[in-house]
């Protein structure tokens, strides 16, 4: 399964809004879930998850981050951009195996 | 607290072997299916390996499969990954992770670097 993002780099401003969009090759459901998760990595750092299963928020991610979508379209939202969110997001798909990740986006202030 | 760790990188040649090793604490090992992913330097993440908590089932990346096993050692809490034939395009940091359920990666280790080189 081919997962694709968009943009690859995103500019945000602090305390506006952004997204950023993910699509697979195949769908993602099986038995009533999407297994679409997504990461988050600053420079240095290992990933770490803030959503999995499309939607459901990892304990301790700010509830400025959401995620949305179904089947082959997804999509990770930050409500108010903070200096911290800087880094590089993945979106991961779950559903088939050999898992796959998405190239990534870059995220600068 | 869940706490990985990896260790075995180093320089290596190429064609030659090599073992990395994952060990954990702070969960029940034998509970949870755990994955590999790399990431070569200045690139993305690449998913590489997975195996169930029980061991019954395994998946590998295109990339590695013929080359690389994955193991567990659910009494040691430690995860293996045995790398064979490494190319130059294996050079990267190894990190362990966690599965949470739905091939999801939870928690992450801190890595542990391969440089294939001659």
């Known amino acids: 399964v081919v997962m694709t993002q968009s943009p690859l780099s995103l500019t945000v401003t602090l305390g506006q809004p952004a997204s950023i969009s993910c699509r697979s090759s195949?769908?993602?459901?099986?038995?009533?879930?999407?297994?679409l998760t997504w990461l988050h990595q600053r420079p240095g750092q290992s990933p770490r998850r803030l959503i999995y299963k499309v939607s459901h928020r990892d304990s301790g991610v700010p509830d400025r981050f959401s995620g949305s979508g179904s089947g082959t379209d997804f999509t990770l939202t930050i409500n108010r951009v903070e200096a911290e969110d800087v880094g590089v997001y993945y979106c991961l798909q779950g559903r088939h195996w050999p898992l796959t990740f998405g190239p990534g986006t870059k995220v600068v202030i | 607290q869940v706490q990985l760790g990896e260790s075995g990188g180093g320089v290596v040649q190429p064609g030659t072997s090599l073992r990395l090793s994952c060990v954990v604490s702070g969960f029940i090992f034998k509970n949870y299916a755990m994955h590999w992913v790399r990431q070569a330097p200045g690139k993305g993440l690449e998913w590489v390996a997975l195996?169930?908590?029980?061991?019954?089932?395994?998946s590998y990346a295109d990339s590695v499969k013929g080359r690389f096993k994955i193991s567990r050692d659910s009494p040691q809490n430690t995860l293996y990954l045995e790398m064979n034939d490494l190319r130059d395009d294996d050079t990267a940091i190894y990190y362990c992770?966690?599965?949470?359920?739905?091939?999801?990666?939870?928690?992450w280790g801190h890595g542990t670097l391969i440089a294939v080189s001659s």
């Open positions: 992770a966690r599965d949470a359920g739905g091939s999801s990666p939870d928690y």
């Open positions: 195996i169930w908590n029980d061991g019954t089932k395994i």
């Open positions: 195949q769908s993602l459901e099986y038995e009533g879930s999407d297994y």
